[in-house]
């Protein structure tokens, strides 16, 4: 019997959850270190890219056990991404998932290292798998798809110019090339490193590349209508951050009611284009509808 969303989900969560600790118990890295990029990598948070990671790879005939190391990296690097992002410099965050954010459990330097030290484990990792992998070009396809949507042109280039529109008017065009690199570029990297992984094709990845940027730019949309209308203590972070950071989102531009109304579409033209997979992408459908009514 299928599994709803919301037990997929959670099984996608805990698969991820017990390979990042074997990852993370390896004792030649020293033990205070682990405990500091530990506290960040296990602060909760929903692992839907190991997720997309596990359901594209499964979607185009693979395993989900086969494709765990591309899971773990992309959710080491979201997590390097996100401690990064709460610091003084960035964000200045002093909580995150209902906690104090890295750089206030322990400090700035430790915060830093730990990020750093997050994104370098993920890259050893996948790589490691891809050289020691049966298919060792498809496995090494998607680490640079990974690496890609984490990298120069796609999530730090998105953060690039992020920081450097904080207090201006900006025009749509910038604002969504924003939010297709920071948010939907990661998205896209999971699904296409997991249908590569499996050996998918040049179609099946087009595919679940155009739904991956349409499911990310839904994901950021409502982030930004959370963070006006969002309660506190579910999202477990302060609201009212973009406004404060002077930040331009789709709710300065379009208000809460316009903003859902582009939420809406993205939905669809993301469920359109499963389409050529028919009934299996059942999973990444449900998906596409789970976040757009998310409440945290």
Same mark, same amino acid.
């Given at each position: 019997?299928?599994?709803?969303?919301?037990?997929?989900?959670?099984?996608?969560?805990?698969?991820?959850?017990?390979?990042?600790?074997?990852?993370?118990?390896?004792?030649?890295?020293?033990?205070?270190?682990?405990?500091?990029?530990?506290?960040?990598?296990?602060?909760?948070?929903?692992?839907?890219?190991?997720?997309?990671?596990?359901?594209?790879?499964?979607?185009?005939?693979?395993?989900?056990?086969?494709?765990?190391?591309?899971?773990?990296?992309?959710?080491?690097?979201?997590?390097?991404?996100?401690?990064?992002?709460?610091?003084?410099?960035?964000?200045?965050?002093?909580?995150?998932?209902?906690?104090?954010?890295?750089?206030?459990?322990?400090?700035?330097?430790?915060?830093?290292?730990?990020?750093?030290?997050?994104?370098?484990?993920?890259?050893?990792?996948?790589?490691?798998?891809?050289?020691?992998?049966?298919?060792?070009?498809?496995?090494?396809?998607?680490?640079?798809?990974?690496?890609?949507?984490?990298?120069?042109?796609?999530?730090?280039?998105?953060?690039?110019?992020?920081?450097?529109?904080?207090?201006?008017?900006?025009?749509?065009?910038?604002?969504?090339?924003?939010?297709?690199?920071?948010?939907?570029?990661?998205?896209?990297?999971?699904?296409?490193? !997991?249908?590569? /992984? %499996?050996?998918?094709?040049?179609?099946? *990845? @087009?595919? +679940?590349?155009?739904? =991956?940027?349409?499911?990310?730019?839904?994901?950021?949309?409502?982030?930004?209508?959370?963070?006006?209308?969002?309660?506190?203590?579910?999202?477990?972070?302060?609201? !009212?951050?973009? /406004? %404060?950071?002077?930040?331009?989102?789709? *709710? @300065?531009? +379009?208000?809460?009611? =316009?903003?859902?109304?582009?939420?809406?579409?993205?939905?669809?033209?993301?469920?359109?284009?499963?389409?050529?997979?028919?009934?299996?992408?059942?999973?990444?459908?449900?998906?596409?509808?789970?976040?757009?009514?998310?409440?945290?």
């Amino acid at each position: 019997m299928r599994m709803d969303i919301k037990e997929q989900l959670l099984a996608y969560s805990s698969m991820t959850e017990q390979a990042l600790k074997v990852y993370l118990s390896d004792e030649k890295i020293p033990s205070d270190f682990r405990e500091v990029m530990g506290y960040s990598l296990f602060a909760g948070g929903k692992r839907l890219r190991p997720a997309l990671v596990m359901g594209a790879a499964e979607l185009c005939g693979g395993r989900s056990e086969d494709v765990m190391p591309f899971a773990c990296g992309i959710e080491m690097i979201h997590t390097y991404s996100l401690i990064h992002d709460d610091l003084p410099a960035i964000d200045n965050d002093d909580y995150r998932r209902g906690r104090l954010t890295s750089h206030k459990a322990f400090d700035e330097a430790k915060a830093i290292l730990a990020g750093d030290g997050l994104l370098s484990f993920a890259f050893e990792i996948m790589l490691r798998a891809a050289l020691t992998g049966k298919e060792p070009l498809h496995l090494l396809r998607a680490a640079e798809d990974i690496a890609h949507a984490a990298g120069v042109q796609g999530m730090v280039a998105g953060q690039w110019v992020d920081v450097r529109s904080e207090g201006q008017q900006l025009d749509m065009e910038t604002l969504e090339y924003i939010h297709d690199n920071k948010t939907a570029a990661m998205i896209v990297g999971a699904l296409k490193a !997991g249908a590569h /992984a %499996a050996g998918a094709d040049e179609p099946a *990845v @087009t595919a +679940l590349a155009r739904y =991956g940027r349409e499911l990310g730019l839904t994901f950021q949309i409502i982030d930004d209508i959370l963070d006006v209308v969002g309660d506190q203590k579910e999202l477990g972070k302060p609201v !009212g951050s973009d /406004a %404060a950071n002077q930040k331009q989102t789709y *709710v @300065t531009r +379009l208000g809460v009611e =316009g903003a859902f109304a582009e939420a809406v579409k993205h939905t669809g033209e993301a469920s359109a284009a499963l389409e050529v997979f028919g009934e299996k992408a059942v999973f990444l459908d449900q998906l596409a509808q789970y976040l757009l009514k998310r409440r945290k």
